[in-house]
């Protein structure tokens, strides 16, 4: 019996995978996470008031291949070091997954710990400036959490008892290349404050559109690019001529004011600094690549370019031989805005 092995079907790898996730307890989980803490207040009221997603898009292929990862990288902790992984916590409230915990033993503390995969892009920046701030909320509110009795069905460790944790620590893997970046420090009180009283805010919300946008939105954020409710959140289903989402800040005269006067101060600031750094630019022109104090310097480009084809010679070409010049539609030219400050008047 011969079989073309182009009629064999080919399950869809992604559809499947996609139905998984979405299977996942924390995908499903309605209670407020302290992975959401800090992030966004009004993404955080959507999930406490159990809204619907509107934006359950099937191409979170880089999330989902860190899923992959994120479950192999536990699997090695507890395999290899005995580390306690995948501890579900709660007050009631607040309910969370702690990726890893290593309980204190001999003269090592405790410590509670979280696993995050990255690009090497989004790598680089925890490099450059280290953890954000809900990323530190996140995992001290998982110490909060132990240290308060809110570890629930366990095999190894007791449930509904205090449990020690002395340290935090954010543990990065770069996606592509295995990277790792740990940031650990002692366990702070302050910060689980802090973060209770952010989550204690929205917990008090009486619907999700009261609570602020905290970050730019669509297009300016990556999270905003990939929430869950993108489209509820920033009415994006009523925005007609190609406008930008963030066009719904501007909605009245204050509105518009606002977003005027924050462009006005940022050109300021943006054409200082420009000013400043094209001198800088220039005055480290003839620098060696090198390590100078707190700075890496390194050099790229500067080599050679092949010949390109010359656009106005090709057009004379056409011409000379009385032949027309094939024509693309032109479009819309992009529009540019002009903001400058009024005068006060004296």
């Known amino acids: 019996m011969s079989i073309d092995p182009g009629t064999i079907t080919v399950p869809d790898l992604w559809k499947g995978a996609h139905r998984d996730d979405r299977t996942r307890p924390r995908s499903r989980q309605r209670l407020l996470g302290p992975s959401s803490i800090g992030l966004c207040r009004r993404r955080a009221a959507y999930e406490v008031h159990g809204a619907w997603p509107t934006d359950l898009d099937d191409n979170m292929h880089a999330a989902i291949l860190g899923t992959w990862l994120h479950e192999g990288i536990l699997r090695v902790l507890a395999e290899q070091y005995g580390a306690h992984t995948e501890l579900e916590l709660t007050n009631g409230v607040i309910l969370g997954h702690a990726d890893v915990y290593w309980a204190p033993g001999g003269a090592a503390p405790g410590v509670v710990e979280d696993v995050k995969t990255k690009s090497t892009r989004a790598l680089d920046v925890v490099v450059r400036q280290g953890p954000s701030q809900h990323e530190w909320f996140q995992v001290h509110l998982y110490a909060h959490l132990l240290r308060t009795g809110g570890l629930t069905d366990h095999p190894h460790l007791p449930t509904g008892k205090p449990l020690p944790v002395d340290a935090v620590r954010l543990r990065y893997v ?173």
């Not at 302050?190 to 009283?197: E, G, H, I, K, N």
């Not at 289903?237 to 406008?243: A, K, L, M, Q, V």
């Not at 090198?290 to 056409?318: C, H, Q």
């Open 174 to 346: 770069g996606r592509e290349y295995g990277q790792v970046v740990v940031h650990q420090r002692m366990y702070d009180e302050d910060v689980t404050r802090q973060a209770l009283a952010w989550a204690e805010d929205v917990l008090e919300s009486a619907e999700p559109e009261a609570m602020p946008r905290d970050l730019d939105g669509p297009g300016l954020s990556i999270i905003c690019d990939n929430c869950p409710f993108k489209t509820a959140c920033w009415n994006i289903d009523e925005i007609s001529d190609d406008r930008a989402p963030q066009s719904i800040l501007a909605e009245d005269a204050v509105g518009v004011t606002d977003a005027l006067r924050a462009y006005a101060d940022a050109a300021e600031v943006e054409s200082a600094a420009k000013k400043r750094k094209a001198k800088a630019r220039k005055t480290l022109d003839a620098a060696d690549p090198g390590t100078y104090g707190a700075f890496k310097l390194s050099w790229s480009g500067g080599n050679p370019r092949p010949p390109e084809p010359d656009p106005a010679a090709m057009i004379r070409v056409l011409e000379g031989l009385s032949l027309d010049i094939p024509m693309k539609p032109g479009g819309r030219s992009s529009r540019t805005i002009g903001v400058t400050r009024v005068p006060e008047a004296t």
